[in-house]
């Protein structure tokens, strides 16, 4: 067993009505001025402000709006929330909506509690604190309401960087999965699979490390959970239980319980992230149009492990001496089961066709203009992101 750090602090309260529940939450932090922030037209739409705004009122507790988070959510936005949030004197902050919304959220929290432009925190500083977020989740798939981490598109140059800490936490998370009903076939699929590659990112670990059988099992049975899951609600999209797996798939597959942050690998979103900066594609979408490139690419480090994943995830039976046959064989049935659920298995599936200047471009930003390597299960340069890029194409 490996050394590991554990941290899940945020409160869950999952299930049918419990955003009305919202006012009381939000009380017991102390709240007295809530900074709702949330997306698009549909929170509105569905009646869903309505009902937190109400629940608030009845805590008598005050609170102002923003809207308008759209996918990699923009740093333009973040830090129209500082201002606003500056302005109204707010003490906490809502998040009604996914991944993007929360992480929206986190930022302007650290905008609101720490001197200096946010920026510096999503290029290396170290935030010393962050307002209090609560959240009432509509999205299963990037599991920031029970995560560290935020995600950010800074507009000057299209740059999409994360920043982590555990000042981020999310205080509670409201998680009521009939919130998912509505959500369109193309989201479901692509969070689905954001689910999945969270605990494959895991799943991967640096070298000499050796991963837990529990954690191992964990993992592997999530992911075969939300791959049963995301079929049904792709079919009936008003499946209570099937989306009640997959929104507690989600939350878990990113709260390190399917393994420890920095033992894995994460090069898939290094990969993904220049890619969601450059074409604005949806996040799920480009990691499974990047997966099967990078799994072939890095295979050949430790077959066993991969073989391992499709035996206990795909039923391929197991053959001493054949595990990088195995491995090949699993790799494939990934990319199958992206494709039975609508998602690309290449970046031209999304008519993106990348050119040789993209795809240099592309990899120097991912390598931070030349400075840095990716990957825990195999450590790739700039010239190994290039070939992935390429082979991905």
């Given at each position: 067993?490996e050394f590991?750090?554990?941290?899940a602090?945020?409160?869950?309260i999952?299930?049918?009505?419990?955003?009305?529940?919202?006012?009381?939450?939000?009380?017991?932090?102390?709240?007295?001025?809530?900074?709702?922030?949330?997306?698009?037209?549909?929170?509105?739409?569905?009646?869903?402000?309505?009902k937190?705004?109400a629940s608030?009122?009845?805590?008598?507790?005050?609170h102002v709006e923003l809207?308008g988070?759209?996918?990699?959510?923009r740093l333009?936005?973040?830090y129209e929330?500082i201002e606003l949030?500056?302005?109204?004197?707010v003490?906490?902050?809502?998040?009604?909506g996914?991944g993007?919304?929360?992480?929206s959220?986190k930022?302007i929290?650290?905008g609101l509690?720490?001197?200096?432009?946010v920026?510096?925190y999503?290029t290396g500083?170290?935030?010393?604190?962050c307002?209090?977020i609560?959240?009432?989740?509509t999205i299963?798939a990037?599991?920031?309401?029970m995560?560290?981490a935020?995600i950010?598109?800074?507009?000057?140059g299209?740059?999409k960087?994360?920043?982590?800490?555990?000042?981020?936490y999310?205080k509670?998370?409201?998680?009521?999965?009939?919130?998912?009903?509505?959500?369109?076939?193309?989201?479901?699929?692509?969070g689905?699979?954001d689910?999945?590659?969270?605990?494959?990112?895991?799943?991967?670990?640096k070298p000499?490390?050796k991963?837990?059988?529990?954690?191992d099992?964990?993992?592997e049975?999530?992911?075969?959970?939300?791959m049963?899951n995301?079929k049904?609600?792709l079919?009936?999209?008003?499946?209570y239980?099937?989306?009640?797996?997959?929104m507690?798939?989600?939350?878990?597959?990113?709260?390190?319980?399917?393994g420890?942050?920095t033992?894995?690998?994460?090069a898939c979103?290094?990969?993904?992230?220049?890619l969601?900066?450059?074409?604005?594609?949806?996040?799920?979408a480009g990691?499974a149009a990047?997966w099967g490139s990078?799994?072939?690419?890095v295979?050949?480090?430790?077959?066993?492990?991969f073989?391992?994943?499709?035996?206990?995830v795909?039923?391929?039976p197991?053959?001493?001496?054949?595990?990088?046959?195995?491995?090949?064989?699993?790799i494939e049935?990934?990319e199958a089961?992206?494709?039975?659920?609508?998602m690309?298995?290449?970046?031209?599936?999304m008519?993106i066709?990348?050119?040789?200047?993209q795809?240099?471009?592309?990899?120097?930003k991912?390598?931070?203009?030349?400075?840095?390597?990716?990957?825990?299960f195999k450590?790739?340069?700039?010239?190994d992101?290039?070939?992935?890029?390429?082979?991905?194409?």
């Amino acid at each position: 067993m490996e050394f590991f750090q554990y941290l899940a602090p945020t409160k869950v309260i999952f299930g049918r009505g419990t955003e009305a529940r919202v006012g009381e939450l939000c009380k017991e932090q102390g709240a007295k001025k809530v900074l709702i922030h949330y997306g698009g037209h549909s929170a509105k739409k569905s009646g869903l402000l309505d009902k937190i705004c109400a629940s608030l009122d009845a805590a008598c507790i005050s609170h102002v709006e923003l809207g308008g988070v759209v996918p990699n959510p923009r740093l333009s936005k973040v830090y129209e929330g500082i201002e606003l949030g500056k302005k109204e004197g707010v003490d906490f902050i809502l998040a009604v909506g996914g991944g993007s919304v929360i992480d929206s959220a986190k930022a302007i929290g650290y905008g609101l509690t720490n001197d200096g432009d946010v920026w510096d925190y999503y290029t290396g500083k170290t935030p010393a604190a962050c307002l209090p977020i609560g959240t009432v989740l509509t999205i299963a798939a990037a599991g920031s309401e029970m995560s560290n981490a935020s995600i950010i598109t800074n507009e000057n140059g299209w740059l999409k960087r994360g920043a982590y800490s555990p000042y981020a936490y999310c205080k509670f998370a409201v998680m009521n999965p009939e919130l998912t009903y509505t959500l369109p076939a193309y989201q479901t699929a692509s969070g689905c699979t954001d689910i999945i590659v969270h605990s494959l990112e895991r799943f991967f670990v640096k070298p000499n490390v050796k991963q837990l059988n529990l954690t191992d099992g964990i993992a592997e049975t999530l992911i075969k959970n939300v791959m049963r899951n995301v079929k049904i609600a792709l079919k009936n999209p008003s499946d209570y239980d099937a989306r009640a797996e997959i929104m507690w798939s989600g939350t878990l597959s990113h709260n390190d319980i399917t393994g420890d942050r920095t033992l894995g690998d994460w090069a898939c979103h290094q990969l993904e992230h220049e890619l969601g900066g450059m074409f604005d594609i949806a996040h799920g979408a480009g990691l499974a149009a990047v997966w099967g490139s990078w799994a072939r690419y890095v295979m050949p480090v430790n077959p066993a492990r991969f073989a391992q994943l499709a035996v206990n995830v795909f039923g391929i039976p197991y053959t001493a001496g054949a595990e990088e046959k195995i491995a090949l064989e699993g790799i494939e049935a990934m990319e199958a089961f992206f494709k039975s659920i609508g998602m690309p298995t290449k970046i031209s599936d999304m008519d993106i066709h990348l050119t040789d200047e993209q795809i240099k471009e592309l990899a120097y930003k991912c390598s931070f203009n030349n400075t840095r390597t990716i990957g825990g299960f195999k450590a790739l340069d700039i010239n190994d992101m290039e070939a992935i890029y390429r082979m991905a194409k």
